[in-house]
């Protein structure tokens, strides 16, 4: 039973322009929303986070963005460099943690 | 900091026997994860700690499989005996929060 899914493995985009990594989720009281990066033979790294609370985090290049009523989250990378190439997690939190399947994203120079 | 710390990176063992996972979280971290990737189910989520106290343990998939978190700075996580489809790369994560969590390398566990 996915709680989080992530409906796209893979995303392709020209350097310089924006990528938009979507998330859907379906338990509702999930408060906390998290995006991870991943190298090949690493760990995730932590990237950018929110709450339900707000419905928009920006950090620099990324920025997410939470639509509660679709259970929607996306995370937008602008401008796009051939460095962010990597597979991108989205997890979502409440009593228990959950992670999405994975996009990979491949910026293409 | 070093990060979190995983060992070993790599371990190939024959089924049945016991492989004993090890963790070094980043110390002043009070929550400690241990999750498995699979390609056919992604990062689930095994088991948590908060203080060296487990919390949740309803991914654990089995009886087979234990973890243990003797003190704020080691956790292990054991599979006896271990079985072909166990074969998967582990990760070790520590957070202050719970929420941004710092993951370790991995191990990744080939059962024959």
């Known amino acids: 039973d996915q709680q989080v899914k992530q409906n796209s493995p893979s995303l392709s985009v020209q350097e310089g322009r924006i990528s938009i990594l979507n998330c859907d989720y379906t338990n509702s009281m999930f408060d906390y929303f998290l995006w991870y990066k991943k190298y090949p033979a690493e760990g995730p790294t932590f990237l950018i986070s929110i709450s339900s609370i707000k419905d928009k985090n920006e950090d620099g290049r990324f920025t997410v963005f939470l639509n509660k009523s679709a259970k929607h989250l996306s995370l937008h990378i602008v401008p796009s460099q051939p460095g962010d190439s990597a597979v991108y997690f989205c997890a979502a939190t409440g009593n228990q943690f959950y992670f999405g399947t994975g996009t990979s994203l491949t910026v293409i120079p | 900091d070093a990060g979190v710390i995983q060992s070993p990176r790599h371990e190939v063992t024959e089924m049945g026997q016991e492989v004993t996972l090890r963790c070094k979280p980043i110390s002043g971290h009070d929550y400690l994860f241990w999750y498995r990737q699979t390609m056919m189910r992604g990062l689930e989520l095994l088991i948590y700690?908060?203080?060296?106290?487990?919390?949740?343990d309803s991914g654990m998939p089995e009886d087979r499989f234990s973890a243990k978190m003797p003190n704020a700075s080691f956790s292990t996580l054991k599979i006896q005996p271990s079985e072909p489809r166990d074969s998967a790369v582990y990760f070790c994560a520590s957070s202050l929060s719970g929420y941004e969590q710092y993951f370790g390398p991995g191990t990744r566990l080939t059962v024959t």
């Open positions: 700690f908060n203080n060296n106290v487990p919390i949740d």
